[in-house]
């Protein structure tokens, strides 16, 4: 078991890419802290993870063996991600791995001019800045213990431009800047940070998938028919699994990776390079 | 908090798991808390988990998941305590509590069970945390010599089973003390002793962890190994101890940690029994260390004699090549016919088996005609080196009793023939005799040796010891007729068995490197390019000026294979020689070995990986050879322990030449089996996969100011500095003792002595460090190619951690800048006429003096040039007319 022994925080857990990496992690031997916000935001026009969701991951983490212990906060706050922190310590002694991975897609399907401040503002405070607050958290408890990795979960979006979209892509372009930067002040300090680059994601049932569905509804397309729209754009004509997604996080949270920090690597079948 | 602080955590703390019938309401332990945290306040903070577990208490995942529970640390901050309930999916629960030992005792932790539970502790009141502990200071855990643990597993534990063994507490404790004593060779038999309710224990790199095995709970004594090596044990119901050996990986490598449990569980069974001797390895362990140190046997192979072997090659190919030199070139048919002449010739002068003849000429084609002759003569060989002080010769001739020498220039001596090789030739075939042939188990050659103390002593090696050698070694080596092999060293020492006979019995064609050239690196390399030799034979102080004169050059090497012997090798100094020249075409090979058994004893193929890890690693015994590290009482110490190196096998010299005495101290037989044995003096360990670390002479410890030192320590730690590329260290008992180092820089850039004094009192205890550091262009070696530490200078005096500044190059005219050079070189000022040699020059310093003048941009000129012109003025006008 690749990640036995190791404790791993990861945002965004109550569902989709976050559900998908706990289980695979789990899996592996790891001990869980599950965060998520246990409720909505209202400038997000879809709803957001539940915290019956949340205790819905963690309950298949434990089916698999993992010690877990959920949070629900909003990472806007810097009391609720403190929080988090701290149940996580305290029941674990340690993190080992973070993974920003709570975000949000919407309100998107605008040019700029039309987006407000309000939604602008939140976007950014969610994606990029919500990542900088966790990591800031987390940081100081692996200091001393001179190991950690910090696993972003950004977006093509981060790569390439995305129409009607301005600020998700400017977010996650951020996000990866924010990867790089830290990987430089951490590297002296043995702490990775990278980051991972989803393509597009099937909406898989499995983990309550949904950021695909709201794509398409932010660009009008019909919801019936969006996933064999959006595996067209593909060079491989199909859609990334959010597993393919774990595996990626899971190489970069053991110690297969131990060199490796500032990466930002694509699972994206391929589109960002055509 | 460092990161073994933070490793130093899990250390300190212990849990328990007690098990409960089923889940308690999570109101009701709150409840209990509360009135518990009442009466002691450090209670408050303290938290309690609750949580499911997917699977039966009795599956195995869920004893993974208790185990995981008890070795998890509590935060860094807070009450250093934490509290966890596991509810089974079958009913059943467990609650696991973990504390640093300075938080709660192990009652502690069962008290603090019973009040959670409601069920009160075993003391009836609530147990009394301490405060949070300090963070924790490491107080040098030191790592073993003889764990062979891997550095980069740092961080790591790991363990294997200890036990039943049927024995107390206090006799493991004994026990443990008694096999490490084993391990440290009597100096170290400190282990550390933790028992249940102590706070924290003496730090030791052996410790053993007693526990009292408790009905209804599960005791965690140490989330990490306490020591580096940690014997658990928990006294069982049947009055056994079992627990496991817990080991740090960076400190211990798992081979070893588990034979150590195995001989502490055995020595402590005897102690139970009563019996006595517990230090005694036994059959099993002695078995093993054999097997493991003995070579693979030399299959196929008859003792046979070393002119019958080199008859039969020169019969397969009689026009190759056998031998290359300025004085001659010979085919093996010709060798062969000239050596048979010699040998009738001194047969008819009474030599043949039994007898000894003394050789004492310049290397060259009479010389090889000469061994062989002796050889086939049925006499055994007593080869001299024509540079020895004549008092020395004449007294190793007389040591010897050997009443035949051959010679060109030998002091006269009583009742010897003196015989020049063209009498040998021109005697009438009249005075030519048979004779009776020298069997395999007869004496080739007798080399003498002279050690650090006492007078030299002839070593007697008989025939069937060199063509096992060649057995041993020739396939591994693919040596064959295509090999050209130098023959670089005297005859006088037995590297030259090797590259003589080694070439010649495997149909190579031998090369004569002159003496002059042997001195001389850039020439040296030249012969090699020029008769494109394949197999080299070096010292490694030799190889290291080699290396630095090939990086100068483009010439192309032919050399396929580099045999390193002599001395310890210092893998840094191949760095540069690999970069030129890939493990894949050029092979390198350190072979440790000795006089006394016959040349090489292990061989260690060295590749980058070795040179990156620094490894001290001789290899394993050759086919046919035996190595084994022993105690002062000739015990076999186990893998991992320092001891003495004795070997055995296929090489193992008949003795010492009429010194029974020497020859029964040094040359043993095995008590266990092993036949018969030389005490090598050498320090060694032997490794579980067979190979053998050198670590230095035994006799080179010294006593300074009441502290040991290991002379090859402070070596050691010097040739570590980067700018450094070799060094020295002696003992200076002049005046007020102190040590003096001597290094030869690693780079063009320069060698401070206050820097590199600096940084090794980062590596080295103050007692350590040498009082002097002196720099030299290189250090002297003897005629063997060996460090000559009595030829080493005075250290500069006062001067001594001041560089040396580079030699001037002023533009007044070849002269006066070597004057410079010389009176630098010298330490006094000379003049235009003064002789290098009466002066006190020898080649080491007219290569010193060559590597300033080329520095100072100044015509090149060869070790040759000096001999033939040893003044300034002379020197000065040969480089003009050329
Ligand atoms: N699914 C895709 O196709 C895709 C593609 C590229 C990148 N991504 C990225 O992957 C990550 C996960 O996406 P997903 O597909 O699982 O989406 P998702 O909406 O299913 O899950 C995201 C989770 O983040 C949580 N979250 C959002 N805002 C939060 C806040 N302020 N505080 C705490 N939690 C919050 C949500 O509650 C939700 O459970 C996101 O960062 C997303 O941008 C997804």
């Known amino acids: 078991m690749r990640l036995s022994g190791k404790t791993a925080l990861i945002t965004g857990a109550a569902r989709g890419l976050g559900r998908a990496c706990a289980l695979r992690f789990a899996e592996e031997g790891a001990d869980l802290a599950l965060f998520d916000l246990g409720g909505d935001i209202d400038e997000v026009p879809y709803p957001l993870g539940g915290a019956d969701q949340l205790e819905h991951t963690a309950e298949l983490c434990r089916k698999l063996g993992a010690a877990v212990v959920t949070a629900t906060g909003d990472i806007r706050s810097q009391e609720s991600v403190a929080r988090a922190v701290e149940a996580a310590t305290d029941r674990f002694g340690r993190i080992d791995v973070l993974v920003n991975n709570a975000g949000i897609v919407a309100p998107s399907g605008k040019d700029l001019h039309e987006v407000d401040e309000r939604e602008w503002a939140v976007m950014l405070d969610v994606n990029l800045t919500g990542a900088w607050r966790m990591t800031k958290a987390v940081v100081p408890g692996m200091l001393p213990r001179r190991s950690g990795s910090i696993i972003n979960v950004a977006s093509t979006a981060g790569l390439v431009g ?110 960002t390079v055509r | 908090m460092s990161n073994s602080a933070a490793g130093d955590l899990a250390r300190m703390c212990h849990g328990i798991a007690v098990r409960l019938p089923r889940m308690p309401e999570m109101e009701e332990v709150r409840a209990n808390l509360a009135r518990a945290a009442g009466q002691v306040p450090a209670l408050k903070s303290l938290r309690v988990w609750a949580e499911p577990v997917a699977f039966p208490a009795g599956d195995a995942r869920s004893a993974r998941r208790r185990a995981t529970e008890l070795r998890r640390a509590p935060a860094p901050e807070g009450p250093g305590l934490r509290a966890v309930f596991l509810e089974y999916a079958d009913g059943p629960a467990e609650l696991v509590i973990v504390a640093h030992r300075a938080v709660l005792t192990r009652d502690g932790l069962r008290g603090l069970a019973g009040v959670l539970t409601g069920s009160g502790g075993p003391a009836g009141e609530p147990p009394t945390p301490a405060g949070p502990p300090a963070p924790a200071q490491d107080a040098g855990a030191r790592t073993p010599a003889w764990g062979l643990g891997d550095p980069a597993r740092a961080g790591r534990h790991s363990a294997v089973a200890l036990g039943p063994v049927r024995a107390s507490g206090e006799e493991l404790v004994r026990a443990a003390s008694l096999v490490l004593s084993r391990y440290t060779g009597g100096e170290d038999d400190a282990v550390g002793v933790l028992r249940d309710d102590d706070a924290e224990a003496e730090r030791a790199c052996v410790g053993v962890v007693l526990s009292e095995r408790r009905a209804g709970e599960e005791y965690e004594p140490c989330a990490a190994p306490y020591f580096p090596l940690t014997l658990w044990a928990e006294r069982q119901e049947d009055g056994t101890l079992r627990g496991e050996c817990r080991f740090d990986e960076d400190a211990v490598a798992p081979e070893i940690a588990s034979r150590f449990a195995r001989q502490v569980a055995r020595a402590a069974e005897r102690l139970a029994a009563g019996l006595p001797g517990a230090v005694e390895p036994d059959a099993e362990e002695i078995a093993e260390l054999l097997a493991v140190g003995a070579g693979a046997p030399l299959a196929g192979h008859a003792p046979t004699t070393i002119h019958a072997a080199f008859e039969k090659v020169a019969a397969a190919r009689p026009g190759a090549v056998a031998y290359t030199g300025e004085d001659a070139t010979l085919d093996y048919a010709e060798l062969d016919r000239r050596a048979e002449r010699r040998a009738r010739a001194l047969r008819g ?144 020492f037995d590297f030259s068995v090797w590259e003589i006979w080694g070439c010649l019995l495997t149909g190579g064609r031998l090369v004569m490197t002159p003496y002059w050239v042997s001195r001389a690196p850039h020439e040296f390399h030249r012969l090699l390019a020029e008769q494109r030799v394949t197999v080299l034979s070096q010292t490694p102080s030799a190889f290291a000026q080699l290396i ?151 006799d080179n410890q010294v006593q300074l100011r009441g502290f040991r030192i290991e002379l090859d320590e402070v070596r050691a730690a010097l040739v570590e500095d980067p700018a450094v590329r070799a060094a020295a260290v002696v003992l200076n008992e002049e005046g007020d003792p102190r040590l003096d180092a001597y290094v030869v820089p690693a780079g063009p850039g320069p060698a401070v002595p206050a820097e590199i004094r600096g940084r090794l009192g980062r590596i080295l205890p103050d007692y350590m460090i040498p009082g002097t550091i002196t720099v030299l262009d290189d250090l002297p070696l003897t005629v063997n190619g060996k460090v000559d530490t009595a030829r080493l200078p005075a250290p500069s005096a006062g001067a001594a951690l001041v560089e040396e500044e580079p030699a001037p190059a002023r533009g007044e005219g070849p002269a006066a800048a070597m004057l410079e050079i010389w009176r630098r070189a010298f330490g006094a000022p000379v003049s235009l006429d003064d002789d290098f040699f009466e002066l006190g020059g020898n080649s080491l310093l007219a290569i010193r003096i060559s590597a300033a003048m080329r520095e100072a941009g100044l015509p090149q000129i060869t070790l040759r040039d000096f001999y033939l012109n040893p003044t300034i003025r002379g020197l000065e006008a040969a480089m003009t007319t050329r």
């Open chain 1, 162 to 271: 995305y129409r009607r979209f301005a600020g998700y892509v400017a977010s996650k372009h951020g996000l990866i800047g924010l990867t790089r930067a830290a990987a430089l002040d951490y590297a002296p300090l043995k702490i990775r940070v990278n980051a991972i680059c989803p393509g597009s994601v099937r909406d898989d049932p499995l983990v309550d998938g949904r950021m695909l569905v709201e794509i398409a509804r932010a660009l009008d397309v019909p919801v019936q028919e969006h996933e064999g729209t959006f595996a067209q754009g593909q060079p491989a004509n199909e859609l990334v699994e959010p597993d393919d997604i774990a595996a990626a996080a899971l190489w970069l949270a053991g110690d297969d990776s131990r060199r490796v920090t500032g990466a930002v690597i694509t699972v994206d079948g391929g589109y």
């Open chain 2, 349 to 492: 002068l009474g030599a043949g088996p039994g007898e000894l003849v003394g050789v004492c000429l310049e290397r060259g084609a009479d010389l090889v005609v000469t061994l062989l002759a002796v050889l086939k003569s049925g006499a055994a060989y007593l080869p001299m080196d024509v540079r020895h002080p004549r008092e020395r010769l004449r007294a190793t001739v007389e040591d010897a009793g050997a009443r035949i020498v051959v010679a060109e220039d030998f002091p006269p001596a009583e009742g010897r023939t003196l015989v020049r090789p063209a009498d040998l030739d021109a005697a009438p075939e009249a005075g030519h005799a048979d004779g009776p042939q020298a069997s395999p188990d007869d004496p080739a050659y007798v080399i003498f040796t002279s050690g650090s103390t006492g007078r030299p002593k002839g070593v007697v090696i008989p025939h069937r010891n060199v063509p096992a050698l060649l057995a041993a070694v020739a396939d591994d080596m693919r040596l064959g007729p295509e090999d050209v092999w130098t023959w670089f060293h005297s005859a006088a």
């Open chain 2, 548 to 698: 630095h004169a090939d990086a100068g050059t483009s010439a192309d090497l032919a050399v396929r294979l580099v045999i390193l012997g002599g001395e310890p090798l210092d893998v840094r100094i191949l760095k540069e020689w690999f970069a030129d020249h890939p493990p894949a075409r050029c092979r390198v090979v350190n072979m440790f070995g000795i006089t006394e058994t016959t040349v090489h004893v292990t061989a260690q193929t060295v590749t980058a990986r070795e040179m990156v890890e620094r490894s001290r690693s001789v290899g394993g015994a050759l086919p046919g050879w035996t190595v084994s590290v022993r105690d002062p009482e000739g015990r076999p110490v186990p893998f991992g322990a320092a001891g003495e190196i004795y070997v055995g096998g296929a090489g193992v010299a008949l003795g010492y030449l009429n010194r029974p005495e020497l020859t029964a101290e040094r040359f043993v037989d095995d008590p266990y089996g092993g036949g018969r044995l030389y005490r090598s003096g050498d320090r060694g360990r032997l490794r579980p996969d067979g190979r053998l670390d050198h670590l230095g002479r035994l």
